[in-house]
């Protein structure tokens, strides 16, 4: 299942980061775009859409007016993004798990 996440992001036309402020349902922490962007498994996804097919389809959306925005617009988004390795991960021995992916 971990090998999909970034074939199937590799393999679509566009991609949409789905990420507004709200709390978690299990923690009551909040949830934003910056913690989305922190989150290994997120940062995988993007990986494999960038390198499958660049910069210029991937948006994201999370703020109040509601619109998409891309995130090429967005400062040091990709650059943070594609250190998928530097995410967090629930439990750290996923990291392992990437090694073949990436």
Known sequence: AIGAIAL??????????????????????LCSRDTYLSRGWCR???????LANGTDSIY???????GLQRIDNVSSWIETSIKVF????????????LVDVV
């Open 44 to 50: 995988l996804e993007q990986w494999a859409f960038m």
């Open 86 to 97: 530097l995410g967090e991960f629930t439990k750290g021995e996923d990291k392992e798990l």
């Open 8 to 29: 199937f992001a590799a393999t679509t036309s566009h991609f949409v980061a789905c990420a507004p402020e709200t709390l978690h349902l299990d923690t009551g922490l």
């Open 60 to 66: 994201f959306w999370g703020d109040a007016s509601g």
